[in-house]
């Protein structure tokens, strides 16, 4: 009898968090985004609670999946190093445009000068918080696919996450629900913002999905090919057509979408991915090459024609260099990248150093690169997308490795999910920022994570040996719990004010759009933006928002009772709250121009 689901709360905690992923825009906001890295870190400090208590231990795929763990570390502690304040020498040695804009704040009272490789370390600590959600839910899949069963588990899991979106997006489609997000258009969004970003999440759950059917093809083939094909025609008749029929959904969902590059990807990589399927695996069932010709066929075929992957070629052929800026944002983020070539400008800091290498011809306000290469490649430089393409490899290496060696049909088949899925994101990356989204990033980790157990997964129970002394496994236990536990206040922290500068922006414009509102209220919004500060010391933006608000207080039709005294008094304290946001963001143009109009105010 095999084990249930809900037999393991932690493992089940894990699959709602990868259906939950997607669902609250996918992720994108800093305050859905807290919620899962809450959510992971909580997930693993219950784990670490049990193993204190010797009710779990570390796998073996766990432990052998340590290269991994090592680039991925490699990669914290390089964005730790963005933000931790160095001698200026050291930093315009590394970086000299980063020591040149942190040099436009200095004041030489203030002592020797300490500044960070990051042009904006708040931001980079964001993202820092991010990536260490990743990494523990690559970590918490390692701990936790403990058998086959699981493998299967969470692959439908995600699968079910995947084929969500698709009825979501598609009834969103029929109803109309999508113009929130493209006025005056029909493009399937679901739950996402951006068509792209809900393409790819549907690829990589499709790939998960064509590795759950050739799992259960089942191992090798028997001597005889009618037999074989017999049995591939069961199969096709059997129950196991439901899954069938949800990739077909989920398909149609993606070729809806009318994504040029998403349904690119996805075919291109299930063309890649399949034939070397076939190539690596040793023993391979008739069922398995008819089961990949028949995805080519019916995908490509049969569903392209029914639901219009006609109008996804047409709109390939219709894209030229006149209607698409990514081409010249890609040529002015390589003219940044070479200003940043080592250590970049931090993680997170695109959207305010771009719009100083962006040429006229580029109209448009961009807050990512529609390049994640040049993006990882500009922010965090040389050695970070280096860090990152190591991950990505080692993944591919293990799960080619796993292809050619491993005849489990669960690890072939997840494996074929990771060698698809990462080739659909690479080709995809190229045009777009799916790994600056949190769902589709966290997806990936969970499938990338996937592939290491897969593996590394033994076939036997394993041995207890390698089981810790209580002494030392509670000693582990606890500094690990203690670190989780402050990473969890530093999110719930930068979440609140992130929450509290969202709605005091939704009072400014109000106040711009010309709403009455009270000076009551405007001073309870200014006691909350304080406290948002506080939360948050380094943002510049929760500094921004509070001399905005102080601005309304003092206009003409604002807090009437004020002295002349006072109302210089106010302008002192925007002017303290500018000097600091540029201290935090020296590339922040809003803080600039907000000082020369209080300047001008003044006087």
Do not use: C
Not at 276 to 288: A, D, E
């Amino acid at each position: 009898m095999h084990p249930r689901p809900g037999e393991d709360k932690l493992l089940l905690g894990l699959m709602a968090l990868i259906v939950w992923l997607p669902i609250p825009l996918g992720s994108n906001r800093q305050f859905y985004w807290s919620i899962s890295e809450i959510w992971i870190a909580l997930l693993l400090l219950i784990w670490m609670f049990q193993y204190a208590r010797g009710r779990r231990r570390i796998p073996e795929a766990a432990r052998r999946a340590w290269p991994a763990l090592l680039v991925l570390g490699l990669w914290l502690a390089w964005l730790v190093l963005q933000i931790v304040p160095l001698p200026v020498g050291l930093v315009e040695w590394l970086s000299p445009k980063a020591a040149w804009l942190h040099r436009l704040t200095f004041h030489p009272g203030d002592g020797p000068l300490r500044v960070t490789l990051s042009v904006e370390p708040y931001s980079t600590l964001v993202g820092l918080h991010k990536s260490i959600a990743y990494v523990l839910l690559f970590l918490l899949v390692l701990l936790l696919v403990r058998r086959f069963t699981h493998l299967r588990w969470v692959a439908m899991a995600v699968v079910a996450s995947g084929l969500l979106q698709a009825v979501l997006g598609i009834l969103g489609y029929l109803a109309g629900w999508d113009t929130m997000y493209w006025p005056g258009g029909r493009e399937l969004t679901a739950s996402f913002a951006n068509r792209n970003h809900l393409a790819n999440y549907l690829t990589l759950s499709l790939a998960v999905g064509i590795g759950l059917l050739l799992a259960q093809m089942g191992e090798g083939g028997g001597r005889d090919a009618k037999e074989n094909l017999r049995r591939a025609l069961d199969w096709i008749m059997s129950g196991r057509m439901r899954l069938r029929i949800y990739l077909l959904l989920m398909t149609a969902a993606l070729i809806m979408t009318r994504s040029r590059m998403g349904n690119t990807a996805f075919f291109v990589s299930l063309l890649i991915a399949g034939p070397l399927t076939l190539l690596l695996v040793r023993r391979k069932s008739h069922g398995m090459v008819v089961l990949l010709a028949s995805l080519v066929v019916i995908d490509v075929m049969i569903m392209g024609s029914l639901i219009g992957i006609d109008r996804v070629v047409e709109r390939l052929e219709k894209t030229s260099l006149e209607s698409e800026n990514r081409d010249e944002v890609a040529r002015d983020t390589l003219v940044y990248w070479r200003e940043h070539p080592v250590t970049g400008s931090g993680l997170g800091t695109f959207r305010t150093t771009y719009p100083r290498y962006k040429r006229g011809d580029v109209r448009a306000a961009y807050r990512q690169t529609h390049n994640d290469y040049l993006q990882f490649a500009a922010e965090t430089g040389t050695v970070g997308l280096g860090l990152i393409g190591s991950f990505v490899l080692l993944t591919l290496l293990v799960t080619l490795r796993t292809l050619r060696r491993r005849r489990m049909p669960w690890s072939l088949g997840i494996a074929f999910a990771v060698l698809m899925g990462s080739v659909a994101l690479m080709i995809h990356s190229t045009v777009e920022f799916n790994l600056q989204i949190f769902a589709n990033a966290a997806l990936y980790m969970v499938i990338a994570g996937l592939g290491w157990v897969a593996a590394h997964l033994p076939v036997a129970r394993e041995s207890r040996r390698r089981r810790h002394r209580g002494r030392r496994r509670r000693v582990v236990a606890v500094l690990s719990a203690l670190a989780i536990l402050l990473y969890q206040g530093w999110v719930a922290a930068a979440a609140t004010a992130s929450l509290i500068s969202g709605s005091n922006r939704l009072l400014l414009k109000q106040l711009a759009g010309g709403g009455e509102v009270s000076q009551a209220r405007l001073q309870r919004a200014m006691r909350r933006q304080l406290t948002a500060i506080r939360l948050a010391p380094g943002s510049a933006d929760a500094k921004l928002v509070l001399s905005r608000l102080l601005d309304w207080r003092i206009r003409p039709g604002g807090d009437t009772t004020l002295s002349g005294r006072e109302r210089e008094a106010v302008y002192q304290q925007m002017l303290y709250l500018l000097l600091g946001a540029t201290v935090d963001s020296p590339g922040l143009a809003q803080a600039w121009e907000a000082i020369a109009y209080v300047r001008h105010a003044e006087g």
